[in-house]
């Protein structure tokens, strides 16, 4: 590290206004200065290697280097500023490569955790975002002051197209919205994916005559990016609204050219596999940050989390990622936070005060692990939203509605 014959710290800097500002977390390894160690992961990072090339010269590090310009001893946060001239405006994939790339795998870090990052407009811009975003979903379910209801079909595996459509026709019926194949389904022997398609579909638009309402099954389209869209199209072909994709396991590449294609289909942003990499809070990558390139690629809805459900996430983390994706973010459109994970109809009220209205709250046990069926747990989740929204206690509420009782007597007791 004393190989550096430029400096890259460059403490209280004020950022251009079209830099990228990225925000470690840096625990440098033992006996190691905290600055020194930043200094190098701003190097790695831009211009510099582990010893002083001769190649480097002084107008190349001025125009390229990324800067040190912030050091908190007592928390180890660290801002560097990368010039905005070192990505390829468009290339998510180049991007990561850059700020959270062989940074990670340093000897003289003992860990290291990207927390945040700033987009200058110019670079945010380049992106397409969401086709539909939070007010065009809103639009398409003509809901705009309540939850949207979600379902999972469970068990995640294991019915067949005939019995996902029986299902699902229960639960529309009862007031879910949105229904969705879990993460794991997609075209499997014992359920075909076209042929689900087929089932679903018909049964939708059969409870669309029956309830005067808007409903939306999200078809897990998940694969190698060629059959991804070959799958979404045949979707779109017999008249679906949305596909999910595992973000994750997809890949941010092959989400950006499958929002590229501009199917006019809802993309549903299932987060499995992220935990892998943002639930240590010393190293990895958070999921605000994950958040953040969602949004540019496009996902018009994304799961976040429920804090009072079975999964990890902080209430101020919740919180944060999804006040990020409602609110303004270059030109781009607003994304809606999807709330999912070991909820049923008691834990709605706690839901709602922390994480508000304007999401999809989806349930899977907390509606097929009803004491009387998919159908009646259905019914008791509407019944515990209407309840919030009326703001009258739950269990005052279930005296006169028999299916919310049985919920909470079942989950609560």
Known sequence: MDFYKFSHLAIDKKPNKDSIIALFKITPQKGLKLEKVAEAVAAESSVGTWTQPKTLNKRIFDKLAAKVISINKKTNLVKIEYPIELFERKNICQFLST??????????????????????????????GPCFGLEGVRKI????????????????????????????????KNGVDLIKDDETLTDMKFCKFEKRVKEVIKVRKKVEKETGTRKVFVFNVTSPIDEAIKRAKLVKKYGGRCVMVDVVSMGFSALDYFRRQNLGLIIHGHRAGHSAFTRNKNHGISMLVLAKLLRLVGVDQLHTGTVVGKMEGKKEEVIRINEFLRGKFGKLKPVLPIASGGMHPGLVPKLMKILGRGLVINFGGGIHGHPKGSGPGAKAVYQAIEATMKKIPLKEYAKAHKELKEALDYWEN
């Open 141 to 172: 379910f003509g809901i705009y002051d309540r939850p949207i209801i979600g379902c999972i079909i469970k068990p995640k595996v294991g019915l067949s197209p005939q019995k996902t459509a029986e299902v699902a026709y229960k639960i529309w």
């Open 99 to 128: 700020i959270a790339g062989n940074v990670f795998s340093m000897k003289i870090v003992k860990s290291l955790r990207l927390e945040d990052v700033e987009f200058p407009e110019k670079y945010i811009n380049g992106f397409l």
